[in-house]
């Protein structure tokens, strides 16, 4: 979890240029006070329970990058997502990949196959029913996306008109964070909370396709997912073994039996 955060790093926000509800963020930032329960409080005040943010190191999806995740909601959540590998499914992220627009969402209104209903009523016992997501991209990584959940679901016409007149702070919100912890994780090396967590059946599956010579096009033909999505998956495989790329994560993994060694 992100917690201390120091003053007079690159990109240093101006708080006095900013007011609420985001001001305490920055606040908080610059005295390298915990932001958990400041991101927490601000969330609330937008009508929402819960916050995400995740990123990929690299500006172009096709490489290889290492991945990093930061959310309010428990760890076994974060576990449970991961293990059932919902990045494959999860509206939140299908739905906004091509879209800088924020999306509005609504499991009642999400159509989807058994294993996406499996993943919205896996959310809703986590207070995950709607929400908004931010999806963008800046100059040097390849994806950045913010989701604010709700457990409210359906979402009628007076709340949903709530969150449009919020949503230029929940914006702010969500660069600003992005600005915050770029400055004092990424770019200071700290490495992503997932490393040392073990590899799940389908990273290990992905693992092993690579280390027959498949591309990620090649594993999202054969596991009848997109080739995004297998990349995605690489990133996470990049950052719980702490590797530099795909072949040294091939090594690492042969190296611990989690793998088999190619003929």
Request: glycine share 6%; charged share 20%.
């Amino acid at each position: 979890m992100l917690s201390h955060l120091n003053p007079g790093q690159p990109g240093q926000l101006d708080i006095a240029d900013c007011d609420l509800p985001i001001r305490p963020l920055l606040d908080a930032a610059a005295s390298g006070a915990p932001l958990e329960p400041i991101i927490k409080d601000i969330v609330r005040q937008l009508g929402f329970d819960s916050f995400m943010y995740g990123m990929s190191t690299d500006s172009t999806p096709q490489r290889d990058s290492r991945s990093y995740v930061w959310t309010t909601l428990p760890a076994e959540w974060v576990a449970l997502y991961d293990r059932n590998a919902y990045i494959e499914i999860d509206p939140r992220l299908t739905q906004t990949y091509t879209r800088t627009a924020p999306y509005l969402w609504d499991q009642a209104t999400v159509v989807g196959d058994e294993r996406v209903k499996k993943f919205l009523r896996d959310a809703a016992s986590f207070g995950i029913r709607s929400g908004v997501v931010l999806s963008f991209r800046d100059p040097n990584h390849a994806r950045i996306i913010v989701a604010l959940n709700s457990s409210i679901s359906p979402v009628d016409e007076r709340r949903r008109a709530m969150i449009m007149r919020n949503l230029g702070d929940i914006m702010v919100l969500g660069t600003h964070f992005h600005d915050i912890f770029m400055a004092n994780f990424v770019d200071r090396g700290v490495p992503p909370i997932q490393k040392g967590v073990p590899l799940t059946p389908r990273e290990l599956q992905c693992l092993q396709m690579a280390a027959h010579g498949m591309t990620s096009a090649d594993i999202g033909i054969k596991l009848k997912i997109a080739e995004r999505t297998a990349n995605f998956h690489f990133s996470n495989i990049l950052s719980k073994l702490d590797a530099l790329n795909r072949g040294e994560a091939i090594a690492k993994a042969m190296q611990l039996g989690l793998i088999k060694r190619t003929i």
